[in-house]
């Protein structure tokens, strides 16, 4: 192998952080270099808000292999179930789950069958699934229903389930707060994140406490969760039977992890609440027109969340935020496109440009 400046090296999350996970050397490791996401300082948003002392950060997940947070604990659960002997795996998903277990599936030759709620997933997460090889099941009904359905599916251990009810989904999502925490050489004040089935609040959380025992950082941050309106029910404290949201990534009704979701939030003497689709899409406009930065509508429900806390003074002085942009924009072009503001159309000719040019 080559040890020269361009080198191939392998930079997963299982490497950089094996002493805090639990693997072993018998562990193959299924990796595609997942992790290692930028922590964007913005820049816009704090001035939007009028927060001056204040430092707000973009964990910006969005740039992992297949352009969500999943990678990293799919990188995890894959590897694990290699050990184990395991040829296929199941998860149901809201789009991103699956399109990460497809990946991860094909890097390491197994197979893959994966539940979506049909008609309710985004198509950039549908199409990769799909082309990563998968075996795509349209479930008519929502994220809920396909959840139950894997879990009896896979109860007998024949097929290996991968989604975050498997512990070492957790294991992996939790090295998102390590980097953090070593990219800012402390953990933030305030850790703001979305929350559907409420794995990712868990295992951050799960995270930053596991590094401040082994003195990597002093604090702990409080823990920001934020739903969907129409698929909050912790902020209602009841499952819903009928959950809706343009965010179809939190579209859901009854979190599989609820009580990580509520044990981070009392823990950390934090908070989850629920911000409306149309504060969700303010957010979504305002983080892509304003600061470049292209994430999906669930992960802009977490600074839809920091603009309502904001607005109501909560951030104390000097504080540094973080918020996680769970997935890339690039997933729901649906959405994308679905605004007032047309793309034009002109005429091959200068004039026909120079009159669409505002100058
Ligand atoms: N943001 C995005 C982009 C997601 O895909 C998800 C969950 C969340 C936030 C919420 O994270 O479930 O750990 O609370 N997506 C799952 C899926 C449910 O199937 O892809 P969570």
Redesign the pocket.
Known sequence: MSTGKYAVKKIGIIERYQEYLPVTDATPIISLNEGNTPLILAEALPRELGLKTQKIYYKF?GLNPTG???DRGMTMAMSKAVEAGSQAVI??????????AAAYASRCGIRCYVL?PEGKIAKG?LLQAYRYGAKVIMVKGN?DQALELVKEISADGKITLV??LNPFRIEG?KSAAFEIVDDLGEAPNYHV???????????YWKGYNEYKRAGRSEILPQML?FQAAGSAPLVSGKPIAKPETI?T??R?GN???WEG?IKARDESNGLIEAVTDEEITQAYRFIAEREGVF??P??A?AVAGVIKLAKRNFFKDNARIVI?L??SGL?DPDFALSFDDKIISADPTVNAIREVIEL
């Open positions: 997940e969500s947070f999943k998860c149901a998903s809201t789009g991103n789950t699956s399109a990460s979506i997460k994220f989604n975050s999502q994140i979305p929350v559907g089935n409420a794995g990712n609040i868990t295992a969760g965010a990534a939190i859901i979190p599989a992890s979701a994430a999906e669930a992960s429900a996680t769970t997935g997933k």
